[in-house]
């Protein structure tokens, strides 16, 4: 609904962390590099947008994994455990001098 009448305010500012910065976690990446890690875990019925979005963000440099000097590899499993059915998000860092090739 629009507002018929102004209301002049400064907007508030943003906080330090942003939801859905992952910067920490690609830091971490990078001190490890080639290694995958397991960086989302959720229910199947409910995670699969999640882990879609995470995973494209991480394709496209977003939250926190630009690679200026290297590629963050991302991939999703479907595994079981304790009975139920989980969506895990993968990742690594692969630096731009490496030998290490990507694969799934």
């Known amino acids: 609904m629009p507002v018929h009448e102004l209301r002049w305010e400064d907007p508030k500012p943003r906080s330090a962390y942003r939801r859905g910065d992952y910067a920490d976690i690609a830091n971490q990446l990078r001190q490890a590099p080639g290694r995958w890690a397991v960086i989302l875990e959720h229910p199947a019925e409910d995670g699969r947008r999640k882990a879609a979005n995470l995973h494209r963000a991480i394709q496209r440099g977003g939250r926190g994994f630009t690679a200026t000097d290297g590629a963050f590899a991302v991939t999703t499993r479907t595994v079981t455990r ?23």
């Open 82 to 104: 304790n009975g139920r059915r989980v969506i895990r998000l993968y990742a690594r860092y692969i630096p731009a001098d490496s030998a290490t090739a990507i694969h799934d």
